[in-house]
């Protein structure tokens, strides 16, 4: 238990759905990340979260939009997504302000996306 | 652009082996390395590096960083089969990520 919960842990849509990845954090953290694990690649940073505002978003295609009410929250909405994008999806969130005092990442166990 | 390579790729050793992993980077901006071990889902945390030359240690587990070279090893001595894992290195403030290296240990 890492403090940090991934839900659904397995999703399996269709290419005209829309669905969205849910992560929680119960470590009083600032920062919050998700990132896609591909296989035989590595882990690929696509957002980053700072006292809830967006400070990194590495070229994601829009098909892939986060949200982040609150510091302990964050989502991925998932719309007209590509086979190619099955993948796992983590979410990890660090003490401290991305970008400026980066500690250590606590991952959730990720959601394993499968795209049809 | 910011790049981290691991080496190996993938490892098969025998119980009571030592092995050394591998992470050379180029990032613009450095203020860690984080080393993390991946057994099936989430990454957990083993280390986090700041400054040359001083060893980290865990029980069988340590690891040291050259900022000169760029470059830090992990090694694990006495290896067990519950040391299987895919090993993740990760470095700057944004946390650019290896591949991995994969190692497999066999009684």
């Known amino acids: 238990e890492t403090g940090v919960t991934q839900t659904p842990r397995h999703l399996v849509m269709g290419m005209t759905n829309k669905k969205s990845l849910k992560c929680e954090q119960h470590?009083?953290?600032?920062?919050m990340y998700w990132y896609k694990q591909s296989a035989k690649k590595p882990l690929e940073l696509m957002f980053v979260y700072s006292l809830e505002e967006r400070v990194e978003n590495n070229s994601v295609p829009s098909r892939f939009s986060p949200e982040c009410p609150n510091s302990s929250h964050l989502f991925l909405h998932l719309h007209t997504l590509q086979p190619e994008d099955s993948a796992l999806y983590l979410c990890a969130s660090s003490q401290g302000i991305a970008g400026v005092n980066t500690g250590e990442l606590f991952f959730g166990e990720g959601s394993r996306l499968t795209v049809l | 652009e910011d790049k981290v390579v691991q080496s190996p790729l993938s490892l098969v050793v025998h119980e009571g082996d030592t092995v050394t992993l591998n992470c050379s980077y180029e990032v613009t901006n450095f203020r860690s390395l984080l080393w993390y071990k991946q057994e099936k889902k989430a990454p957990t945390f083993l280390f986090m590096l700041t400054s040359s030359g001083i060893e980290k240690k865990s029980g069988r587990l340590s690891s040291i960083l050259d900022k000169k070279e760029l470059f830090s090893i992990l090694n694990i001595t006495a290896t067990q089969t519950g040391d299987s894992a895919v090993y993740l290195c990760?470095?700057?403030?944004?946390?650019?990520f290896g591949t991995g290296t994969r190692l497999q240990v066999f009684p």
């Open positions: 470590l009083g953290h600032n920062a």
């Open positions: 990760a470095v700057g403030d944004k946390l650019i």
